[in-house]
């Protein structure tokens, strides 16, 4: 039933008199998709698989709708539709008595693979009406498409190298704000499944940190069986439809780990199907470049065989990854602001809520980072989930310590100064897009050496 899940998800087809009785039972089930396309006239729907639909003269209106399901509801529907003659079984699936007598008399039908017809690019919306046109400039030495991008990682990364951004994708509307802050010339579309690359010109790498809140050890590890995980079946269909030479990713190190490996094993065969059958894979940590222990899982495929290793085991990305001996690698201390982090420290309750957790009452250090060293790895609940593992900062003559700063974050991710964090929506939560960025410095090693050696792309700016 998993590979039927992930075939491209599926909808209710209903007709307009009923298509807000069936989205309105959807939502309080919990089965209604999270989108802004989640209820569409047939037309604007395509489907991903090959199908004899059993259609009542009622379906051969023009004027029909598809509402679309969320995992929990295409797991319900898939079981139903499997019992679909059976009064007594479909009960068990469908607990919404009118939904269950619509689809027991076929007056809606759950449609397997339905999935919204994407835009074309050229055609989705940019929140930036000003923004010119992307052209080409003469220092370009190579093109790529930025997935799910965050406030920009991978872009603060390439560009430097001679890299020019055709398109980047981004839901998070405080994101994408600080994105075209930084990146005003960049097109900006929002919801992957939204939109189609068919119409791009030629791209050399597609870049992405797909969602890894299903695979990481910090959420809830369930894989492809959650919502989340299946949107990296998304970024390979853009790779299909741009015809990426190669691709760029990261996740976190436990995806290895899920499903005793069977969730890598389905990247790497989603990756070889889509026509990159060279996969390669590597563990790194940004420490050696950002004073902050940062361990991902960094994945790049090819559509033909590099002639020259990715990764070599002694000196992997042009600096040493696997020995530390006389290895100079920076410091807390060099990021640390020596004003202007007043509004930073924590207050009485905050500190007491801390000293009161088992990680602060077993912490050697009190939960203080070491700034002669690296801090811990930065998440994207650094200041609102505080109390649990986040490191703090010492403050001189003071009995409390304090967070980073914003700035002090951006620095421990790598993020040059002149790179804007300021959010005109909610200036907290910039750490949360702080933390689940990747550090620029990291990608324009790994990404010069899949570059020149990859693609033979041996003119980049360094």
């Not at 068919?198 to 590890?221: N, W």
């Not at 199907?273 to 470049?289: C, M, R």
Request: glycine share 6%; charged share 25%; net charge positive.
């Amino acid at each position: 039933m998993k590979q039927k899940i992930l075939a491209g998800g599926g909808a209710l087809w209903c007709t307009k008199s009923t298509v807000n009785k069936v989205r309105l039972a959807l939502k309080n089930l919990g089965w209604l998709k999270d989108s802004k396309r989640n209820v569409l006239p047939f037309s604007e729907t395509e489907t991903t698989i090959d199908q004899d639909l059993p259609l009542p003269q009622l379906f051969q209106l023009e004027k029909n709708f598809a509402v679309f399901l969320n995992r929990k509801g295409l797991e319900a529907c898939l079981k139903a539709n499997e019992d679909l003659l059976e009064r007594s079984k479909l009960k068990k699936y469908i607990p919404d008595k009118q939904l269950e007598d619509w689809l027991f008399c076929m007056k809606v039908i759950f449609v397997e693979g339905l999935r919204p017809n994407p835009k074309r690019s050229c055609e989705a919306e940019n929140p930036d009406p000003k923004a010119r046109k992307v052209s080409k400039p003469e220092d370009t030495r190579f093109t790529f498409v930025e997935l799910f991008a965050g406030i920009g990682g991978f872009h603060a990364g390439l560009a430097p190298l001679g890299g020019q951004c055709l398109l980047a994708s981004e839901i998070d509307k405080e994101a994408v704000a600080i994105y075209k802050k930084n990146f005003p010339n960049t097109k900006v579309v929002g919801d992957i499944t939204d939109f189609s690359a068919k119409d791009l010109p030629a791209v050399d790498l597609l870049v992405g940190g797909f969602p890894c809140q299903s695979f990481s050890k910090a959420g809830d590890q369930q894989g492809f069986d959650h919502d989340n995980g299946l949107l990296f079946f998304e970024l390979a269909r853009i790779a299909r439809e741009c015809n990426a030479r190669a691709l760029l990713l990261e996740n976190v190190p436990n995806l290895l780990e899920i499903d005793n490996g069977g969730a890598w094993k389905t990247i790497e065969k989603t990756l070889q199907d889509s026509g990159y059958p060279y996969v390669y894979k590597k563990v790194i940590n940004a420490k050696y470049l950002v004073p902050q222990n940062r361990e991902r899982l960094y994945i790049a495929a090819f559509r033909t065989r590099p002639k020259v290793d990715i990764w070599p085991e002694e000196n992997i990305v042009e600096f040493p990854m696997t020995h530390e001996n006389n290895i100079k690698f920076p410091i807390v201390k060099n990021i640390l602001q020596e004003t202007d982090f007043e509004d930073c420290i924590l207050t009485d309750a905050q500190w007491q809520r801390v000293q009161a957790t088992p990680s602060y009452q077993n912490s050697s250090c009190g939960r203080l980072v070491n700034i002669n060293g690296s801090a811990r790895t930065l998440r994207g609940r650094y200041r609102s989930g505080y109390q649990l593992q986040s490191e703090f900062v010492p403050v001189p003559g003071s009995d409390k310590p304090r967070f980073f700063t914003a700035r002090e974050c951006a620095r421990l991710q790598g993020f040059d100064d002149d790179f804007i964090i300021e959010s005109d929506r909610n200036s907290t939560h910039v750490y949360k897009k702080l933390g689940n960025a990747v550090p620029p410095p990291l990608i324009h090693a790994i990404a010069a050496t899949v570059l020149s050696n990859g693609l033979e792309i041996n003119n980049l700016i360094r």
